[in-house]
């Protein structure tokens, strides 16, 4: 199973976000961070707040936030809420799937699949806080040449 680059940028941010609890970040400096295009980020920043897994704060001190604490946040939700739809392959349109046993196997690897994320939370993927932030500024620094 391959996930979107929109469920990648999401985590991506809400990794972001998880590393740097203790203060606001601009959309574009998420952006900067990874290297990826700050309109597409947007698009998911929206979208991460209507979830409510994200708080805005507007204005010109304002940015972004984790909407909860971490440890509230589960990988599987916010996979479930990114991704459009599971389906491994286009069983519905094939003409064997009634008597075809890999329609019954895919969706058993998938069950498992997100059983394993629904066993993590954010706050999992962030046992290294300390460490990712500082990855996060050590790459800053060679971008901005000081």
Do not use: W
């Amino acid at each position: 199973m391959r996930l979107t680059r929109y469920t990648d940028y999401a985590m991506r941010v809400l990794l972001y976000l998880g590393a740097r609890p203790d203060r606001l970040c601009s959309i574009a400096e998420i952006a900067r961070a990874y290297g990826i295009s700050q309109n597409h980020l947007m698009k998911v920043v929206n979208d991460l707040v209507n979830a409510g897994y994200v708080t805005s704060v507007r204005g010109r001190f304002g940015g972004v936030r984790l909407g909860r604490p971490a440890v509230e946040i589960n990988v599987g939700a916010v996979v479930r809420h990114t991704e459009d739809g599971f389906d491994l392959v286009d069983c519905g349109n094939c003409i064997i799937a009634p008597a075809c046993g890999l329609t019954g196997a895919l969706k058993e690897a998938l069950a498992a699949f997100m059983a394993v994320l629904d066993g993590y939370s954010l706050d999992d993927l962030l046992v290294k806080r300390d460490d990712l932030a500082r990855l996060f500024v050590a790459d800053a620094t060679m971008v901005s040449g000081e």
